[in-house]
């Protein structure tokens, strides 16, 4: 007789991705998974061993996939010395799946397993991670991407995640340790790295078929750093933001803020090869390109997609209105924030309380209440960053409309879940808060959302 632990360790060692077989339940089909979180040695650099914290021993883990309508079923052990939990970034999720620990869940203690199960609604590029100290587990390497497919897909001939990452190692090419909780990283920009990869890799390249179409699926699981794209076409067709389509547009450069995900659409007929690159930096890195080799198997290119979104803004004329006074960080303007119902002054939060940032004026944590709406409430959250630092606002169990700024060639609502606020901007997050639960508002640069700029609201 197997023990189970004995039984689990035979899982990790035997499995790279255990995709079990469907199973139909009240005609919907359920997608089960296992996955198993421990630590596992990663090769960043030739021979040089880094230890990190992943997902079925895999960098990224395992990519998830469902159709949209599916019930997804993950087996999830932590295997790890620490306790975890799981978020499926930008789902909307049942409240308590959401994998918010404290809030929506006890955290996972070491050797237990959770049984996440939750439909798919919504198609799209999403992702999953580890939601309990992200700030050091995410940094690590605890997540992973999560596709939900459509009919839409069925246009494409190649469907390609890329899953970027910005590590920030040592010169063993091993994770820089020492810096884990550094304040000035916590006040600044958040984690910044040094070793940027693509799904694990550095400048990978992917075979696609010629006179095709490719669907690229970025993710942005950085902890800190606004990824800048340019690829040598110049020009490139946006479809998806955070999972949902738009009416494509195009754009010479595009940015993706940490947790934010961008599906662009490549047209292969007279391509021979595109390189894409990550310019947040003075020396642009080669991102990675795509080889147009493979024969199309279907032989025939797509005509028409219907890209036409369908979602409309809703009614404004009853919205409840909530104002988001960001503040703190270095250079700021956060002189004294309550933290517990208590004043303190900035230096003092700093040094012994380790908090930066604030909503108006209260420095804010997982069970930290912004405010309740009632279910189909329209809600506007009325943000404004006055801080120095541009911030990845993310919203949990909702997607919202905000009039974006981030790109050139697209100045309308588009529907997100996370939405790159810079500096000085006011912008208005609307939503119908259809969803009941307790839902994370938060900034989604990791360091951030750890020293205060972390809120829920109620759907009650
Ligand atoms: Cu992707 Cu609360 O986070
Ligand atoms: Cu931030």
Not at 53 to 71: C, K, R, S
Not at 196 to 213: A, D, V
Not at 334 to 356: C, H, P, Q
Not at 449 to 459: D, F, L, P, Q, T
Request: aromatic share 12%; charged share 25%; hydrophobic share 35%.
């Amino acid at each position: 007789m197997i023990s189970r632990r004995q039984f689990i360790k035979y899982l990790s060692y035997s499995f790279i991705v255990t995709k079990l077989n469907p199973v139909l339940a009240d005609n919907k089909k359920i997608i089960k998974y296992n996955i198993i979180a421990k630590k596992s040695k990663f090769s960043f650099y030739k021979n040089f061993y880094a230890n990190l914290l992943l997902y079925n021993n895999l960098n990224p883990g395992p990519q998830l996939n469902a159709n949209v309508g599916d019930i997804l079923k993950i087996e999830f052990t932590n295997n790890l010395d620490e306790p975890t939990s799981i978020h499926w970034h930008g789902i909307k999720n049942i409240n308590k799946m959401d994998g918010v620990p404290y809030l929506t869940q006890d955290p996972i203690q070491p050797g237990e397993t959770f049984s996440y199960e939750f439909p798919v609604n919504h198609s799209g590029t999403y992702w999953y991670h580890a939601h309990f100290e992200s700030w050091q587990q995410v940094a690590r390497g605890l997540y992973g991407p999560l596709i939900i497919k459509d009919k839409i897909d069925d246009n494409f001939d190649d469907d390609i995640v890329i899953l970027a990452d910005d590590w920030r190692l040592n010169k063993n090419y091993q994770i820089d340790e020492k810096s884990f909780g550094s304040l000035r990283d916590w006040s600044h920009a958040g984690r910044i790295g040094n070793w940027f990869t693509i799904n694990g890799e550095k400048s990978p390249e992917y075979k696609i078929s010629k006179n095709g179409l490719t669907r690229l699926r970025f993710i942005n699981a950085s902890n800190a750093r606004v990824l800048k794209f340019r690829s040598s076409l110049n020009n490139n067709k946006i479809i998806a933001v955070d999972g949902m389509i738009v009416k494509p547009f195009r754009e010479e450069t595009f940015t993706v803020g940490p947790g934010q995900r961008i599906d662009l659409l490549v047209d292969t007929v007279d391509i021979s090869k595109v390189d894409y690159f990550e310019i947040s930096n003075k020396n642009p890195l080669k991102a990675f390109s795509l080889n147009v080799k493979k024969t199309n198997t279907k032989n025939k290119k797509s005509t028409k997609i219907n890209f036409s979104p369908n979602y409309n803004l809703p009614k404004l004329n009853k919205a409840k209105t909530i104002n988001i006074h960001m503040q703190g960080g270095a250079m700021g303007n956060l002189t004294k924030a309550k933290i517990d119902g208590v004043e303190k002054d900035f230096r003092s939060l700093a040094m012994e309380d380790k908090k930066l940032w604030a909503f108006n004026k209260e420095i804010g944590n997982y069970e930290k209440l912004l405010t309740s709406v009632k279910k189909n409430d329209v809600v506007i959250l009325n943000v404004w960053n006055d801080t120095r630092w541009p911030h990845s606002m993310h919203l949990h169990g909702h997607h919202f409309f905000v009039n974006s700024k981030e790109f050139t060639n697209y100045n309308n609502y588009l529907l997100r879940d996370t939405y790159l606020i810079q500096p000085n901007e006011k912008s208005k997050l609307i939503f119908l808060a259809d969803n009941p639960g307790k839902w994370l508002f938060h900034c989604h640069m990791l360091e951030h959302a750890a020293s205060g700029m972390v809120n829920y609201i109620k759907v009650t």
